[in-house]
């Protein structure tokens, strides 16, 4: 041993092997969080080139959908309002019928009413 032990450390040997123990536990989990960078890499790079995919596919299925529209009507159609039409034709149907089942029962309501003021 030396005969200045100031500027050495001093540790029992059981926190070495504590210390060479959590070494090993941090290169293996290092090893662990490097695979599964390059798999989410791997992952990513896939989403991206299907994600290019789809959006090319889409502009395939719009154009085609333009193209049958002015085979069909003559003229693009913008969709969102031809169904914002048909949902407030459905509204307004669903409207005249509750109207008419309403005054339906209104007269029979006064009917009764009439037959009741009668009996007494």
């Not at 005969?3 to 090993?24: E, M, P, W, Y």
């Amino acid at each position: 041993l030396p005969s200045d032990l100031s500027s050495c450390l001093v540790f029992h040997s059981t926190g070495v092997n504590q210390l060479a123990s959590r070494i090993k536990e941090l290169q293996q989990e290092k090893a662990h969080q490097i695979r599964k960078f390059k798999e989410l890499k791997k992952s990513h790079i896939h989403l991206i080139k299907g994600r290019k995919a789809m959006q090319e596919k889409l502009l395939a299925l719009d154009e085609k959908c333009q193209n049958m529209m002015l085979l069909k009507f003559g003229r693009e159609v913008d969709l969102k309002k031809l169904e914002n039409i048909s949902t407030n034709r459905i509204a307004e149907e669903l409207k005249e019928t509750i109207a008419k089942k309403d005054s339906k029962y209104s007269r029979k309501l006064n009917e009764w009413d009439v037959q009741i003021s009668q009996a007494k």
